[in-house]
């Protein structure tokens, strides 16, 4: 988690919220990461969960990524709780609970949503409060 910070905080400089998000294999290899990039990209999709998850379906070569893990220093929205979901990640760890849009469980809880086809292993509140203070600074400096 100490890593997704890192890649948080780098979306500061273009003014995109900082939320950092790490992919790894089955046998641990970091296969891809991004961060918030709506503001640089003017893409509202580009959330660093899904961001991450093109890298890692690309490195792989393929959409399916089951077996791995994504670590994600915000609770992830409906958007990439989806699209975690639609590639099969197993295991989801988040850092901060989101509770205006949060879909893992502070809003909604698409991941263990009985009617889903797809299950995912939820870890939540890992170094919440380190993301949730470079959260907390940033919308006091940019909002």
Known sequence: ML?????AESALASGDVPV???IFSAEGELVGSGRNRREVDNDPSAHAEIVAIRE???????W?????TIVVTLEPCAMC???IAQSRIK?????AWDE????VGSV???????????????????????????LSEFFKKYR
């Open 3 to 7: 890593q997704a910070i890192k890649i």
């Open 20 to 22: 950092g998000a790490l």
């Open 56 to 62: 890692a379906a690309e490195k792989n070569g393929a």
């Open 64 to 68: 399916r990524l089951a077996g791995h």
């Open 81 to 83: 709780a989806g699209a």
């Open 91 to 95: 295991t989801l760890v988040f850092g």
């Open 100 to 103: 205006k849009a949060g879909a």
């Open 108 to 134: 909604w809880d698409i991941l263990r949503d009985p009617r889903s086809p797809h299950r995912t292993e939820v870890i939540s509140g890992v170094k919440e409060i380190e993301c949730a203070a470079l």
